[in-house]
């Protein structure tokens, strides 16, 4: 199948805007060149940053070199209606899987620092609650550690799950509030839906201050699918 513009004439507008401001952001202030993706995706880095690295307000997160199948399974989300944020199913309406798989293939393959972390407000004793709930989780209330599903370094797992550094705090309370509240969903059994409905507020509270405040290692990717048996069925590994 063709490559499909992304964005037809309901978001023209749209579009326009986000290829000036991308082209304003690049450093080297490079034209956008009609028919390459960078220009196909300028409306996405009028939000998320020029190649995806993340938006100036933390509002928006970052693109950049998340694993493949997670951003393009987000973007079926979205369009789908399993998250719900106007604007972005707006951008993705009617366009088939075959171009938001290109969308999410040009984003993982954009390799840019990480800009350091935002110190947490917060007291220790919130601080280390937020660490061992991601590093042990809680058993006993089926609290499975952030760590087994999303790698030892919380880089993910290639090529499906995403990393957790990297990511405003205001942004992981949102999303974690968002799997327990239903109002994003993925495809059944949904475990993070399942997971964030064992946590209570102040539980998210602790893991979204660890987990912002937390540097990002160089070295930071995607671990290989095999390396992790994770701790639940997840119904967004196996979706095609």
């Known amino acids: ?49 020029e190649q995806g690295r993340a938006g100036p307000d933390g509002y928006y997160p970052r693109l950049a070199g998340k694993p493949r199948d997670y951003l393009y399974h987000q973007l079926q989300n979205f ?13 993705l309406r009617n366009l088939p899987d075959s171009y938001l798989r290109e969308i999410a293939a040009y984003f993982a393959d954009q390799h840019v620092a990480y800009p350091p972390p935002s110190r ?30 999303h790698g030892a370094n919380l880089g993910g797992l290639a090529p499906a799950i995403p990393g ?48 912002s405040s937390q540097p990002v290692p160089p070295t930071y990717q995607p671990a290989a699918a095999a390396s992790i048996t994770l701790p639940t069925a997840c119904g967004s590994q196996t979706q095609e």
């Open 120 to 149: 947490a407000d917060v007291g220790a004793a919130m601080l280390e609650r937020g660490r061992l709930l991601t590093t042990a989780g809680e058993p006993g209330r089926g609290v499975p550690a952030c760590v087994a599903c």
């Open 164 to 211: 957790l550094l990297g990511l405003p705090r205001d942004y992981l309370l949102a999303q974690i509030g968002s799997w327990r509240s239903g109002t994003r969903r993925a495809a059944e059994p949904d475990c993070m839906a399942h997971v964030a409905r064992q946590l209570d507020p102040e539980d998210v509270a602790a893991v979204a201050a660890w987990l």
């Open 79 to 91: 369009r789908d209606g399993r998250r719900q944020y106007a604007p972005m199913a707006h951008l």
């Open 1 to 49: 199948m063709g490559v499909f513009r992304l964005c037809r004439a309901a978001c023209a507008a749209a579009f326009l805007a986000g290829a000036s401001v991308a082209q304003a952001q690049d450093p080297g202030n490079a034209p956008l060149e009609p028919g390459t993706m960078r220009a196909r995706v300028a409306a996405c880095t009028a939000c998320h940053g």
